[in-house]
Nanobody
Framework: QVQLVESGGGLVPPGGSLRLSCTAS????????ITWFRQAPGNEREFVAG????????HYANSVKGRFTLSRDNAKNTVYLQMNNLKAEDTAIYYC???????????????????WGQGTQVFVSS
């Protein structure tokens, strides 16, 4: 079993930055695909950014490319999402998810992940 805990959310003005953390316990994250999703009220959960297995293979949604950066520290069992130049449309609950068996073509599908955190709220507003 893998337990995931997100942190780092909050209220920021447009153009601001936040760094989200997803820390795992129970298992080492080596070999796991770790992905950030987000869900705004009334919307489906959507893919934000993912690191496939070893961590060198990074993927981003077009809406965040160039603004968000994903990184992982396997020694700390933590994955980070650095979010810069935040926009109002980035407002959502952000979740991290993990899976060991996921294939790359399913990276962006929330239904394919076995483990989820509880989420952290990001609110972008002036």
């Amino acid at each position: 079993q893998v337990q995931l805990v997100e942190s780092g959310g909050g209220l920021v003005p447009p153009g601001g930055s936040l760094r989200l953390s997803c820390t795992a316990s129970g298992r080492a994250l080596n070999g796991y695909t770790i992905t950030w999703f987000r869900q705004a009220p009334g919307n489906e959960r959507e893919f934000v950014a993912g690191t496939f297995r070893s961590g060198s293979n990074l993927h981003y949604a077009n809406s965040v490319k160039g603004r968000f950066t994903l990184s992982r520290d396997n020694a700390k069992n933590t994955v980070y999402l650095q979010m810069n130049n935040l926009k109002a449309e980035d407002t959502a609950i952000y979740y991290c998810a993990a899976d060991r068996q996921l294939i790359l073509s399913c990276l962006r599908l929330p239904s394919q992940y076995d483990y989820w955190g509880q989420g952290t709220q990001v609110f972008v507003s002036s």
